[in-house]
């Protein structure tokens, strides 16, 4: 079976519907954000990876070549409580809440933009990974969502 990414057709309108399902009041099953301030995480985590959001470098050689391919290939799901990058974690740099439809409605842009197949993948630099080709790319966008959306039963 191949592997998820969100330039499946199916697997991106499966995400997008995942997250139109999110509700404010939801408690997550792990970790400390909200459901909202998860919206605002993965809108976060994608501007990194375009280079529209600063998050300092953490690439080693370990990183870059064994753990991303244990992340991205291996097919399971990520451990929970994994730790979170200090500029896009909630209370520390990453992006506060505003308005509940209008962040819900920046993520789905941004996995629309992320998945396009016009999307510029050379220039991608993920903090930990380093620069990821068009499918690692994709394949990290579904792993992200996915793992944060089951965080809420999603």
């Known amino acids: 079976m191949p592997l998820k990414t969100i330039a499946d057709p199916n697997v991106r309108t499966e995400l997008m519907e995942r997250v139109k399902a999110l509700e404010p009041g939801l408690k997550p099953q792990w970790g400390r954000m909200t ?26 050689p370990l990183n870059r070549m064994i753990i991303r391919h244990i992340a991205l290939r291996v097919p399971r799901e990520w451990p929970k409580e994994l730790p979170t990058r200090p500029e896009v ?7 506060p809440p505003g308005d509940f439809a209008a962040d819900r409605r920046a993520l789905l842009a941004q996995v629309e933009r992320f998945s396009g197949t016009g999307s510029d993948f050379d220039r991608y630099m993920h903090p930990m990974f380093g620069k990821l080709s068009k499918w690692e790319g994709q394949r990290w966008a579904f792993l992200h969502l996915d793992h944060h959306l089951r965080q809420f039963g999603r």
């Open 35 to 60: 459901a909202h301030q998860m919206l605002c995480h993965c809108t976060d985590s994608f501007k990194v990876v375009f280079g529209e959001k600063h998050a300092r470098s953490v690439v080693t």
């Open 89 to 95: 974690e909630q209370g520390n740099g990453g992006t």
